[in-house]
Nanobody
Framework: QVQLEESGGGLAQAGGSLRLSCAASGFSFSTYGMNWHRQGPGKERELFATISNTGRTTTYADSVKGRFTISRDNAKNMVYLQMNSLKTEDTAVYYC?????????WGQGTQVTVSS
């Protein structure tokens, strides 16, 4: 069955770094675009990083541009999010999702908490 599993979340200090991973299985990973979303306390879910199926094209929301980097390894069915210069406002549950045409899959999310 289709599975997306995020890992790497936890507690970090402002200015610090974390690296999230998302392991995919059960579908043709290299066909799918991959995204990272997050939902902070009392906020709507935000799409903030995307990567094309080949990994050649990435996009970022202004809120994370220059601080976060999305990448993927199609040989390992993995997508990553390197988060640097973390801010307290980055505190959220982080979700990866896969999409291809009308197919959309979601992971369960991983909590990231940034303390001042």
């Amino acid at each position: 069955q289709v599975q997306l599993e995020e890992s790497g979340g936890g507690l970090a200090q402002a200015g610090g770094s974390l690296r999230l991973s998302c392991a995919a299985s059960g579908f043709s990973f290299s066909t799918y675009g991959m995204n990272w979303h997050r939902q902070g306390p009392g906020k709507e879910r935000e799409l903030f990083a995307t990567i094309s199926n080949t990994g050649r094209t990435t996009t970022y929301a202004d809120s994370v541009k220059g601080r976060f980097t999305i990448s993927r390894d199609n040989a390992k069915n993995m997508v990553y999010l390197q988060m640097n210069s973390l801010k307290t406002e980055d505190t959220a549950v982080y979700y990866c999702n896969a999409w291809f045409r009308r197919d959309i899959y979601w992971g369960q999310g991983t909590q990231v908490t940034v303390s001042s």
